[in-house]
C-alpha cells in the first residue's frame, strides 16, 4: 500500500508548533521566575556611614545580662533589646522558662567560636528542642568582636526569597586571625571609607571575627569571665569535622539579672584608657 505523506505531515508540523509554543511558555516561565529568585535574592547595599560600636560603651546599671554558669565556670554578657528587640524577648522567654539550664555546648572552632544551647552533646534535634526560626536581625551598631553574643543564623534559600534565619542555638564569637589576603582586603576597606574608622579601629584593638559582619544576629556582649570564655573557645575536640568537645561541657544554668547587679567597669573602661593614652602621645 502507498503511503500518502500528505496524510501525517501536516499532523507532524502541528504537533511540533504545539510543541514549540508550550517549550517557550515553559522557557518564559524559567526566565521569570529566575529574575524573581535574582532580585530577591540580590544584597541590598549597606549604608554603614552611620555606623558605630556601642558593645564598649559602659551600660546603665538596668541593662539586662545573662549569666552563664557552665563545667567551666561563669560568665556574663550585656544584652541589647534595642537592637535586637525580637530575638531579645525569644531569647529571654526561654531563658525564664529554663531552657538553657543542662544544654550542652556543642561545636567549638579552636579560638574562633563555640555553639551552645542544645539539648544534646551532639546538637541532634530531639522533642524538646526549640526549632523556632526568626528572621535575623542584623544592626550596624553590634558586630562581631570579640565576646560577641550571637544567634546562629543561617540562609534559607529559596526560588521565591533569600531570608537569614536565627535559632536558638547560641553562636559565641572570640578571635580569627587575618590572612594576608583578608587583610589586605581590610585595609583597603579601611582606605576607601566603607566603613567607619572606628569600626575597623575596634577589630584591631579588640580582637573578633570580621567574617561574621552582618550574617548573624548580634544581641549581647561578653564582659565578664574572660579566663572561662577564653578556656571555652580552646577546649579539645573530637574531631575537625563534628567539632564537638572532647569532654561533654554544659551550660548548668542561664539566667537573667543587670548591669547593676553584675558590674565589670574595668572593662568598659578599656576604650576610654586606650583614648586617653592615645590623646596623651599625640599631645607630646
Do not use: H
Not at 529554663?98 to 556543642?106: A, C, I, L, P, R
Amino acid at each position: 500500500m502507498k503511503n500518502n505523506r500528505s496524510d501525517y505531515v501536516p499532523l507532524r508540523k502541528r504537533q511540533f508548533k504545539l510543541y514549540f509554543q508550550f517549550s517557550m511558555i515553559a522557557v518564559c516561565f524559567v526566565l521569570v521566575f529566575a529574575v524573581f529568585y535574582a532580585c530577591a535574592g540580590r544584597k541590598q547595599k549597606i549604608d554603614f556611614s552611620n555606623a558605630k560600636i556601642i558593645q564598649m560603651d559602659l551600660p546603665s546599671d538596668d541593662t539586662p545580662v545573662a549569666v552563664f554558669e557552665t563545667d567551666m565556670g561563669t560568665f556574663k554578657a550585656v544584652l541589647f533589646p534595642d537592637e535586637a528587640p525580637k530575638y531579645y524577648e525569644y531569647f529571654k522567654g526561654l531563658v525564664e522558662e529554663g531552657y538553657y539550664d543542662d544544654t550542652y555546648v556543642n561545636m567549638v572552632q579552636d579560638g574562633v567560636y563555640f555553639i551552645g544551647g542544645a539539648k544534646q552533646a551532639d546538637a541532634k534535634t530531639t522533642s524538646d528542642t526549640d526549632v523556632t526560626e526568626l528572621e535575623a536581625e542584623l544592626s550596624t551598631d553590634l558586630w562581631p568582636l570579640k565576646g560577641a553574643l550571637c544567634a546562629y543564623t543561617y540562609d534559607k534559600n529559596s526560588i521565591f526569597s533569600k531570608k537569614k534565619l536565627s535559632t536558638s542555638y547560641l553562636l559565641f564569637v572570640n578571635d580569627y586571625e587575618l590572612t594576608e589576603e583578608e587583610q589586605k582586603e581590610f585595609k583597603e576597606m579601611t582606605e576607601s571609607n566603607e566603613v567607619p574608622e572606628d569600626i575597623t579601629n575596634a577589630f584591631e584593638e579588640y580582637g573578633g571575627v570580621l567574617n561574621f559582619s552582618q550574617q548573624y544576629t548580634i544581641f549581647g556582649q561578653v564582659y565578664d569571665g574572660e579566663e572561662v570564655y577564653e578556656a571555652l573557645c580552646g577546649v579539645d575536640v573530637v574531631d575537625s569535622e563534628s567539632l564537638r568537645p572532647k569532654n561533654d561541657i554544659k551550660f548548668n544554668k542561664v539566667y537573667l539579672s543587670t548591669y547593676g547587679e553584675n558590674k565589670n567597669d574595668a572593662f568598659f573602661s578599656q576604650e576610654q584608657s586606650s583614648e586617653m593614652s592615645s590623646d596623651e602621645t599625640s599631645a607630646e
